[in-house]
């Protein structure tokens, strides 16, 4: 089965930084894009940035110059580096991966971690 686990939130102050991380474990063949989502309380789930597995990324408006994603394919682990942190980017953070699994014929699932709080205080 394959599990998506972050890592790495928490309460920091405005202007500080947090670094999540998301690996995937079970057994898989692959994994293409790994993307970063998230939630605040009465809105929806939104792309934060993305990554995929040649290297490319993508990032939210918002986040652009503050935030930067990255992978290590050794680990089957994405990482989210944050930077001069908003009150405005308080929300549950979920990691999300396109995994290719399962016998005998493979095929591109969906997966989607627990979620992970980030609070930053003014």
């Known amino acids: 089965q394959v599990q998506l686990v972050e890592s790495g939130g928490g309460l920091v102050q405005s202007g500080g930084s947090l670094r999540l991380s998301c690996a995937a474990s079970?057994?898989?063949?692959?994994?293409?894009?790994m993307n970063w989502y998230r939630q605040a309380p009465g809105k929806q789930r939104d792309l934060v940035a993305g990554i995929t597995s040649g290297g490319s990324t993508n990032y939210a408006d918002s986040v652009k110059g503050r935030f930067t994603v990255s992978r290590d394919n050794t680990k089957n682990t994405v990482y989210l580096q944050m930077y001069r942190l908003r009150p405005e980017d308080t929300a549950v953070y979920y990691c999300?991966?396109?995994?290719?699994?399962?016998?005998?014929?493979?095929?591109?699932?969906?997966?989607w971690g627990q979620g992970t709080q980030v609070t930053v205080s003014s």
């Open positions: 999300n991966a396109e995994i290719v699994a399962g016998t005998p014929v493979p095929y591109r699932g969906n997966y």
């Open positions: 079970g057994s898989f063949f692959s994994i293409n894009a």
